[in-house]
């Protein structure tokens, strides 16, 4: 599998109880290159058009809450087969049903409140990358 990108992001809940470091070592610890990273916050306007692809979701609004009410972690990532292997690394969207030794699973605590984002698709990460990053910032 050829070297490629995924995005991610620490959200407001893991960087409220201060996991970026643990975060961010069991990453590169599992053979991702950062490529980008910011902390930043998102908008309103930011979140809702970040989950356009839910805005029909009775989930959407506490959501968009939830995602700007605090600062996030915005990174690149890059590893063979990054898509993939990050979304294996995260554990499933619910924490209740994430593998022993993942990341939601050792640091989230609900399935709305999920400490980290991944990327679902290439075509999604090169979207969701190009949202938060200037080609600039990518290294
Ligand atoms: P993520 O998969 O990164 O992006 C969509 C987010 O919506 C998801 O993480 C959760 O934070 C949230 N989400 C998904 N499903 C639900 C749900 N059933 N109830 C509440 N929030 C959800």
């Not at 619910?94 to 990341?103: K, L, M, R, S």
């Amino acid at each position: 599998m050829a070297k490629n990108r995924t995005f991610t992001m620490l959200k407001p809940d893991a960087v409220e109880k201060g996991h970026i470091g643990a975060i961010l070592e069991k990453i590169s610890a599992s053979g991702f290159r950062i490529v980008a990273m910011k902390l930043t916050q998102m908008t309103t306007k930011d979140a809702q058009n970040f989950y356009a692809v839910h805005s029909e979701r009775p989930f959407f609004a506490d959501l968009v809450e939830y995602m700007t009410r605090g600062p996030i972690v915005a990174a690149i990532l890059e590893k063979d087969n990054a898509v993939e292997d990050f979304r294996t690394l995260i554990g499933a969207t619910n924490p209740a049903d994430a593998a022993e030794g993942t990341i939601r699973k050792m640091f989230a605590d609900s399935i709305s409140e999920n400490a980290v984002h991944g990327s679902d698709s290439d075509e999604n990460a090169f979207i969701e990358s190009a949202f938060h990053f200037s080609g600039r910032e990518m290294f």
